[in-house]
């Protein structure tokens, strides 16, 4: 499993270790629903390895996709009556304003825990289980089983 | 959300023959009261302007923008304390960022971005308030009426 940012740090500091070498994470797939996301951002609030945060910059094709009778849905359809084209691209975001905001998610820095998922009130992030194919395939279990050996 | 909504949408609704509309969201605290110090002067101002009473200007949301433009106004203002001196420690600058949020949002659709403006002045300063509403009369006046689908 592939450590944080601090954990590399600590690692890396005691006596006699050699760097280690991620091999992958097994966990859960995180899938995001982007057309869902309210913008809370509770997801990059509880991330443990910071794979899911804010971002700087706002998709304004998240308030056409967005549910209607959400917030974010009612936005949309207001800025769709008054739009002359299409959004062209994202928009800049204010410092005070914080629910307009992007998640971004680096999928390779997940750890795929789920904790995202789990405090999600919309079902924005969902958590997919690994098949059982591919954790009794894992490389990340096989050179732990040949670490402890 | 839904009374200040109501009250925006009677706004709209009755200027009807009017050229323009400005819809303007003035603060409790200071504009209102600046509002009121014209009246009693017996000032007039645009027949453009529909006002709409919050509390405090960080009460408005992007929303309320952008609902106000799409359901008649040709141009919306919030008019709010002075910086650093809002009632509410804060509300003034939220709508400062929201308002910014706003304008880049129509930018991105090819809307003007001085269709949504922010003005600041304190209770006793009436003819900050004319002069902002009068500005904001021409500023509107020399645009084109906002088209919708």
């Known amino acids: 499993m592939p450590l944080t940012a601090r954990g590399e740090a600590i690692f890396e500091r005691l006596p006699g270790s050699a760097p280690r070498i991620s091999t992958g994470a097994i966990g859960c797939q995180i899938v995001r629903h982007e057309e869902l996301c309210i913008g809370c ?6 991330c443990p390895s910071g794979a899911t945060a804010k971002g700087q910059v706002f998709d304004p094709m998240q308030l056409y996709s967005a549910p209607p009778d959400s917030r974010r849905g009612a936005l949309g359809v207001a800025l769709r009556a008054i739009a002359r084209h299409q959004p062209s691209g994202p928009i800049e975001v204010p410092e005070r304003v914080s629910v307009f905001r992007t998640i971004v998610f680096d999928a390779s820095r997940c750890l795929g825990c789920g904790a ?9 992030a969902e958590a ?6 591919e954790i009794a395939s894992s490389s990340s279990l096989a050179s732990a089983r040949e670490a402890t050996a | 959300m839904s009374d200040a909504l109501t009250e925006e949408r009677a706004a709209v609704s009755e200027a009807g023959s009017a050229d323009r509309t400005i819809v303007g969201f003035f603060c409790r605290e200071c504009a209102y009261a600046a509002a009121d110090a014209t009246g009693n002067a017996r000032v007039s101002l645009p027949t453009t302007i529909r006002s709409v009473l919050v509390p405090c200007t960080g009460r408005v949301s992007p ?4 609902s106000a433009l799409s359901e008649g106004a040709d141009g919306v203002y919030i008019a709010g304390c ?3 001196q809002c009632h509410y420690r804060e509300g003034n600058f ?6 910014e949020f706003a304008q880049n949002l129509l930018e991105s659709v090819g809307v003007e971005r001085e269709r949504v403006r922010m003005f600041t002045m304190s209770a006793a300063d009436s003819p900050k308030f004319v002069a902002a509403a009068r500005e904001m009369h021409e500023t509107i006046s020399a645009l084109p009426p906002l088209k919708r689908k």
């Open chain 2, 82 to 84: 002075l910086e650093g």
């Open chain 1, 41 to 46: 951002g509770r997801c990059a609030s509880v």
């Open chain 2, 63 to 66: 929303l309320h923008l952008l």
């Open chain 1, 128 to 133: 997919l289980p690994v098949p059982a194919a």
């Open chain 1, 116 to 124: 995202c998922a789990r405090v999600c009130p919309t079902g924005a």
């Open chain 2, 94 to 99: 939220h709508a400062l960022d929201r308002i």
